[in-house]
């Protein structure tokens, strides 16, 4: 059989909770990705550590405390530019407060180091029921939230200035596209874990924007090469006993080298000039 | 020098007594001005003068920390309203997606145009892209409308951004230094284009501008700034000297 995995029912649950976090981190990771904020995710699983430690701390489901924590690093993320701070410090601080929450916490309860493994490197094979529910209700939600707004994302993606002056409500909507990002990071930290969850964000966009394609288009084929490294990942992971994070980042990365070559071997197209102008073809 | 508009001129944009500060440092300094309906305005004034924190106050982007403006937009509803959307159409300088393989096509930036008047939750209908369509083919870009806006000339992206201000039908259009990186070929396009919408659509142009000889032949009045406005007045009454001489005593220019 091609996917082993699947005869198994620890790798049926991983590949429904894989697919669900690579078709929402690859989606949300394009605009992220140019909207120059690819290290937003990267700062939000620090605080969802902090939100597992407190987890972990309090005997509260950790995944449902990352939530919590991820939530409210996005209201400090938000808070902090208020007030000016520069968007990158600002994730930095975050995720600096995070991290030293989480250590703190962490150093204070007892035999928990295992725990704190599986979070800190993922573990795919060994998700339980109450994570798919929780992937489920999260993942849905999100790609629920980002049709329903999707065409206003395009447009603070394209140009938040202008998105502005047409009378979006642009920085209401940052503050939830940055709360989705943090909901994301919760579900897929499950997956390949704390230090390797913003990959599945940022490589698969980056991987499509090489292509030049139109917006949704670079949004499906993100999510397309999202869904094949985590199967991939998987059956490579199952097939050779690795750490299945680290097979299905590695594919993505592969999946990137691909895009890239191709991206250089697209011919160059030439620039088309302009047929008629605005004296001849205007007749409003 | 300033200049108040006679009886008969419909004034449609009004700044009363503006201030704007960054922190300590302020930018603009007791600004008051009028726009008449179809006229083109030139704002010229060395750098961190205010010229785009004064645009940038016009279309919204940012409000007065004192004074007023006002549109009289002449379309029932928004009478009086600042901002006034549906009024003023927008081309910022420098925008993101000049950066290349940002994947978004000319179509894809014009529709964009539309999205502040469709409404948060709605869709695109087939009257806005009928509206789209019609501001690609006015625009002389549909041939290129599928092509990535990043592959696009210098001109066709100044266009593009220009169909994208128009669509939703504004009657006065704000384009913050939109000669910046154009080839010379493009700018004269660029100031036919200037001058077809004010001649023949009525539309109401004001535009950052720093080259001297493109104040003096493409504008009508020139308003410059340094902090607050040392010249408000008629283009035509200015040669090339006069407008230097503005520009020696408000410091360098650019």
Known sequence: ?284 | MSLTPTGNEQVCLTMNNVWFAYGANTILEDVSLSIRQEEIVGIAGPNGSGKSTLMKIMVGLLKPDKGTVSFTCHIGECEGMYPCRPCIGYVPQNPMIRQERFPVTTREIVEMGTFGQIGLFRRMNSDTRKAVDNAIAEAGLGNVQHELFSDLSGGQQQRTLIARALVGSPHIIALDEPTNGVDAQSKQEFYSLVSHLNKVHRITVLMILHDLPDLAAHVERVIFLQRKIIYDGPSANLNAEGLWDLMVRAGKIT
């Open chain 1, 1 to 284: 059989m091609v996917l082993e995995f699947l005869s198994y029912q620890f790798g049926v649950r991983a590949l429904i909770g894989g697919l669900i976090v690579a078709i929402t981190c690859s989606s949300l990771g394009v605009f992220l990705v140019l909207r120059r904020l690819s290290l937003i995710a990267d700062g939000l699983s620090h605080v969802a550590f902090g939100g597992i430690a407190l987890g972990l701390f309090s005997g509260i489901y950790p995944l449902y405390t990352a939530v919590v924590g991820v939530v409210l690093g996005s209201l400090g993320i938000h808070g902090l530019g208020k007030l000016r701070v520069a968007s990158d410090a600002a994730i930095a601080i975050m995720f600096a407060t995070g991290l030293a929450i989480g250590i703190i916490l962490i150093s204070v309860t007892q035999n928990v180091a295992v725990d704190v493994l599986s979070f800190l490197f993922g573990t795919i094979l060994g998700i339980n029921q109450t994570d798919i529910y929780l992937a489920i209700v999260l993942g849905v939600t999100v790609i629920s939230i980002l049709l329903l707004f999707w065409k206003e994302w395009v447009a603070i993606t394209i140009d938040a200035e202008f998105a502005r002056v047409s009378g979006l409500p642009v920085s209401a909507l940052e503050l939830v596209f940055t709360i989705l990002t943090g909901l994301t990071v919760v579900v897929a930290m499950r997956l390949v874990g704390v230090l390797l969850v913003s990959s599945l964000i940022v490589i698969p966009a980056s991987a499509m924007i090489q292509l030049k394609m139109p917006f949704r288009k670079t949004v499906l084929s993100a999510c397309g090469i999202a869904v094949v490294s985590v199967i991939a990942g998987l059956q490579l992971s199952f097939a050779y006993d690795i750490a299945p994070g680290g097979s299905i980042v590695l594919v993505t990365i592969c999946c990137f080298i691909l895009a890239a070559i191709v991206a250089r071997l697209l011919p160059k197209i030439p620039k088309k000039s302009v047929q008629g102008s605005w004296d001849h073809q205007c007749n409003r």
